[in-house]
């Protein structure tokens, strides 16, 4: 049974809490468990793994860490008590800020390629020099029951400064000092969090960048191009339609609501004529001769038309008698 949205709202707003009182520990001399791990992707998008890397920092870069992680949840704890922002399951309201998304750990496709983050205590030492350009970063606090928090970062490779440079210089009380080494720098943000198995998200691109994501919305897509075959919908051109959807992106992701909604496993050749004829769509329509049926979509750009008719983004308002496309925000046809 998925978490309700108070169980998911309370336990955003221990995070905090439980931040401040390892913090506390910390800073009395109790040898508190934080760690600062970049990770690495490896292999193909048909086969991707992940190495973990455990980057030594002195305490008082930890702490910043672990307030970092701290403030930004509060602050966004505070928003969704006074209703200036919302919960919504991940693949929901996507790229609106107004929405933290929440993605539970069982429904995450890639836990398995990441459980080391989560279950392994001691992680290998490295440095940003022997796991350079890692995807992301993680600040992981745990107390000693095992209980953690995990703030994620999106990996930049300007966070890489000076290598490239003819050399480096460094300032301090006796001028201008060369350095042989480039600096790494921190970013202060925080791309999502995770806490009691429910990963939070604020920047949808960012998250998918991390676990290049893409490939998991390209599954979903291919699986229902499939089941769109198998029910007889036959098209002038499946192959134009195909590469545009597999091509775009934001198509790709679209088809996460399709998979959704699920009317593109009961959906026939009537039910989209229908929806062309009564919405006066454009760019798409259903040719019938000698008892043969087949969908012609004009261009790749008019994909989005076959799109939006599986995804059931047609409405019409009893008020007005308007019909609108549903794609966020309403949309009058």
Known sequence: ?????????EAFSEIPE?????GELARN???????????????????????????????????????????RVKVNAAALRDNRK??????????NREYIKYLTIEDFPMLERIEELFNERDIESTTYHEGIDPDFQAIRIRDHEDNMVVGLQHYWKNQLLGN???????????????????IISIPDRLDAVYYEDVLYIFNDWRFEQMFDYHKVYEEVAEDVIETVK?????FEDMDMVEDAILSNPIMMRKFDDVQRTGLYDMI????????????????????????????????????WELIHILNDDHVESRLTERAYQATGGKKEI
């Open 86 to 95: 919302r919960l919504c399951r991940y693949g929901e309201a996507r790229d």
């Open 18 to 22: 439980f931040l401040t009182h390892e």
């Open 268 to 303: 026939d050749m009537d039910d989209i004529d229908w929806v062309i004829t009564e919405y006066a769509r454009e760019g798409i329509e259903v040719v019938e001769e000698n008892g043969d049926q087949w969908i012609e979509v004009e261009n790749r750009q008019n994909v």
């Open 29 to 71: 001399g109790a040898n508190r468990y934080r760690d600062f791990i970049i990770a690495k992707k490896h292999g193909d998008s048909d086969d991707i793994s992940f190495s973990f890397g455990d980057v030594e920092l002195p305490p008082e870069s930890l702490d910043e860490l672990q307030e970092l992680v701290r403030k």
């Open 1 to 9: 049974m998925p978490p309700s949205d108070e169980d998911l709202r």
């Open 164 to 182: 490239t440079s003819l050399f480096n210089l460094y300032y301090n009380d006796e001028g201008h000092e060369p350095m042989d080494e480039p």
């Open 230 to 234: 198998e029910n007889d919908i036959e």
